[in-house]
């Protein structure tokens, strides 16, 4: 039942960037090609649609090159939204780590606060 730390992801892909974001544009190439890309929502199905194509319907080489740039453009901007949140963090809670405590509970203080509970709990 371990779970990792919120720094400890922060730390993965803050030290793997170029990685993630090269993974990133390999994903939205391989569903761009066949129309699965819609930034924000990738999803691949197997179901089968009956085509109803025209000349209107036909994608352009510049309109796709277009639509290229604003995803990576989309990608740049969700990473970035990463690195604020994660500098937010690392300035309200500087070094802590999430799961210790401000100061240290004398062992009276916790029985008190466990009778406390069972008082509470026989209540209910």
């Known amino acids: 039942m371990q779970e990792p730390d919120f720094r400890t992801i922060s730390d993965f892909r803050k030290d793997r960037i170029k990685d993630i974001k090269k993974l990133f544009n390999q994903v939205l ?15 691949i199905d197997g179901t089968k649609i009956e085509a109803n194509s025209g000349r209107n319907k036909i994608t352009f080489r510049k309109k796709l090159e277009k639509s290229k740039a604003r995803y990576e453009d989309k ?18 809670y500087g070094d802590k780590n999430g799961y210790s405590l401000d100061r ?6 916790i029985k008190e606060a466990m009778k406390k509970v069972q ?6």
């Open 29 to 43: 190439e391989i569903c761009y090609n066949p129309g699965m890309v819609q930034c924000g929502k990738i999803s």
């Open 75 to 92: 990608i740049e901007q969700i990473l970035k939204e990463a690195e604020d949140i994660d500098a937010e963090e690392d300035r309200l």
């Open 104 to 109: 240290e509970y004398t062992s009276d203080e």
């Open 119 to 124: 008082r509470e709990k026989e209540k209910l």
